[in-house]
């Protein structure tokens, strides 16, 4: 009985130093250089909403290294995938029972204008992973005006609510996850600008 303790102790010790073993292995492998980190952290100084930027972007930082083009690309996606969840929400919600009329034709159009700004997004993901293969200049531009119109809809969702008679839980709901949208959709637009604004310096 006292060997079968004995025996139980020493595997769960042993598990115990294997879990710290592979933790501390994770750790290193998934730990992102600090010079990473300050890059992304220098480059959303560009963008209006910084620490919004840093938060959702240094999470990438070890495949974003210090790659400008990489860093838009990335915060793009982020974006899409952002919008992506918004739209389903408010697809949702125009869905729900009681909505008041004024609230139901606010939802509406948003369900409508935030599945603009999904396919904006997606075009300007695809043009931006193509850069390069033509006229850099006019796929730049594309890409900007994408961002741009996915920009404007949400702000033409946001302010489909504007107005004290559309107060409560619905508005609330929609402007939480709207304006999110929204600034990850402008800190995109400024990271895309200042690598064109690089790209258009270079020799």
């Known amino acids: 009985m006292k060997v079968s303790i004995f025996v139980h102790v020493l595997v769960a010790l042993f598990m115990v130093q294997l879990c710290n073993q592979m933790n501390l292995s994770l750790a290193k492998r998934t730990l ?80 409508e204008v935030i599945g603009d700004a999904v396919d904006e997004l997606q075009d300007s993901i695809c043009e931006m992973g193509q850069l390069g293969s033509s006229d850099f200049a006019l796929q730049i531009s594309d890409i900007q005006t994408w961002v741009s119109a996915a920009l404007t809809d949400d702000d033409t969702c946001v302010d489909g609510f504007a107005g004290r008679e559309m107060d409560g839980r619905v508005k609330d709901a929609v402007r939480r996850h709207v304006l999110k949208v929204a600034h990850l959709t402008s800190n995109a637009l400024a990271l895309v600008n200042s690598y064109a604004s690089a790209q258009a310096a270079l020799p």
């Open 32 to 111: 992102p250089s600090q010079t990473y980190v300050d890059y992304i952290k220098t480059s959303c100084n560009v963008t209006l909403y910084p620490r919004l930027c840093y938060k959702s972007l240094s999470v990438y930082a070890e495949k974003i290294k210090t790659d400008p083009k990489l860093l838009a690309y990335t915060a793009l996606n982020v974006t899409l995938r952002a919008t992506n969840r918004t739209s389903v929400l408010i697809n949702r919600l125009s869905k729900t029972q009681g909505l008041r009329p004024i609230e139901a034709a606010a939802v509406q159009d948003c369900v």
